[in-house]
């Protein structure tokens, strides 16, 4: 075949390099985001249970009220499993004495800290309702001087991971209303180089569906290919993310991960199929005079 030939047919030829990463670009930030926003219950109800409850417990309390007190706390219905610890002034001093250095404590003054029981409760339960009855239900004891837990911090956390929620929603349609401009432009041009042969087929008889037919499997084959690198770089970064972050396996769900990877899957096929089926429909119904 003669060179110039073959530069022409090179040329016809559509290059979908910039389709198939773009694609996987924006398939990738929007997985990122649909992530964010199908664990944020996860992320609150995670959060909400680091929070951890004292009880103040009074001086000389006897062995077997702590024993009794530990077993309805295990046996309670809010409580976090494995998170019931007994802390005694003495350990609380050792701790705070590492924490601001040997002066503390140092003019021999009586340990003013008391013994506590420490515990976190389900997410379920951390509300100021659900705490108020907690705190009321412990107080009965005659040895627990006080219960304490930061109020303020759980509804400030709480507002904090409902506001990264609408943000990410915010950005994601954002994203999809973008990505589907840009892509539909990436293949409009990518298919222009084609028009002529388009149409060519179109004259000597060819059908619309005969025509479109390798156009769409084509485009169906590079939304996959997208989707596919684009979860490659999510789990990839989830990776390294859990490398820095062990509880984030605690906070994602590998069931809404595998329905998110499957959505973006159809989501990366519909869009580029979709825009292949509109743009070699605009050339079968130009007039041939209009595609130059």
Same mark, same amino acid.
């Given at each position: 075949?003669?060179?110039?030939?073959?530069?022409?047919?090179?040329?016809?030829?559509?290059?979908?390099?910039?389709?198939?990463?773009?694609?996987?670009?924006?398939?990738?930030?929007?997985?990122?985001?649909?992530?964010?926003?199908?664990?944020?219950?996860?992320?609150?109800?995670?959060?909400?249970?680091?929070?951890?409850?004292?009880?103040?417990?009074?001086?000389?309390?006897?062995?077997?009220?702590?024993?009794?007190?530990?077993?309805?706390?295990?046996?309670?219905?809010?409580?976090?499993?494995?998170?019931?610890?007994?802390?005694?002034?003495?350990?609380?001093?050792?701790?705070?004495?590492?924490?601001?250095?040997?002066?503390?404590?140092?003019?021999?003054?009586?340990?003013?800290?008391?013994?506590?029981?420490?515990?976190?409760?389900?997410?379920?339960? /951390?509300?100021?309702?659900? @705490?108020?009855?907690?705190? $009321?239900? =412990?107080?009965? *004891?005659?040895? !627990? %001087?006080?219960?304490?837990?930061?109020?303020?911090?759980?509804?400030?956390?709480?507002?904090?991971?409902?506001?990264?929620?609408?943000?990410?929603?915010?950005?994601?349609?954002?994203?999809?209303?973008?990505?589907?401009?840009?892509?539909?432009?990436?293949?409009?041009?990518?298919?222009?180089?084609?028009?002529?042969?388009?149409?060519?087929?179109?004259?000597?008889?060819?059908?619309?569906?005969?025509?479109?037919?390798?156009?769409?499997?084509?485009?169906?084959?590079?939304?996959?290919?997208?989707?596919?690198?684009?979860?490659?770089?999510?789990?990839?970064?989830?990776?390294?993310?859990?490398?820095?972050?062990?509880?984030?396996?605690?906070?994602?769900?590998?069931?809404?991960?595998?329905?998110?990877? /499957?959505?973006?899957?159809? @989501?990366?096929?519909?869009? $580029?199929? =979709?825009?292949? *089926?509109?743009? !070699? %429909?605009?050339?079968?119904?130009?007039?041939?005079?209009?595609?130059?």
């Amino acid at each position: 075949m003669a060179p110039s030939t073959t530069s022409k047919l090179a040329r016809r030829r559509p290059n979908y390099t910039y389709v198939i990463v773009s694609v996987a670009i924006m398939l990738f930030f929007l997985g990122f985001f649909g992530a964010v926003l199908l664990n944020t219950q996860n992320l609150v109800d995670f959060f909400k249970e680091q929070v951890s409850i004292m009880i103040e417990l009074e001086d000389q309390t006897e062995e077997s009220g702590v024993e009794q007190l530990s077993d309805e706390l295990y046996s309670s219905y809010y409580l976090k499993d494995s998170s019931l610890v007994f802390v005694t002034k003495e350990e609380g001093a050792a701790l705070l004495q590492e924490e601001f250095g040997e002066d503390f404590l140092s003019l021999d003054m009586p340990n003013p800290l008391y013994d506590i029981l420490t515990f976190r409760v389900k997410a379920s339960y /951390l509300d100021a309702d659900s @705490l108020a009855t907690i705190r $009321t239900d =412990l107080k009965r *004891y005659p040895f !627990v %001087n006080d219960v304490f837990y930061q109020e303020s911090l759980i509804n400030e956390m709480a507002q904090n991971v409902e506001s990264l929620a609408y943000f990410a929603f915010g950005i994601s349609l954002f994203l999809i209303a973008i990505a589907i401009l840009l892509i539909h432009n990436t293949i409009r041009l990518a298919l222009y180089a084609n028009r002529f042969l388009i149409k060519n087929m179109q004259l000597v008889g060819a059908s619309w569906g005969f025509i479109s037919r390798p156009y769409l499997w084509r485009s169906f084959g590079h939304g996959v290919l997208s989707a596919l690198i684009a979860i490659t770089g999510l789990v990839l970064l989830y990776a390294f993310a859990r490398n820095q972050f062990y509880q984030l396996d605690e906070i994602s769900s590998w069931w809404e991960t595998g329905l998110l990877f /499957l959505g973006l899957t159809a @989501l990366g096929a519909a869009i $580029t199929t =979709l825009s292949a *089926y509109y743009v !070699v %429909n605009k050339y079968l119904r130009m007039r041939e005079d209009d595609l130059y």
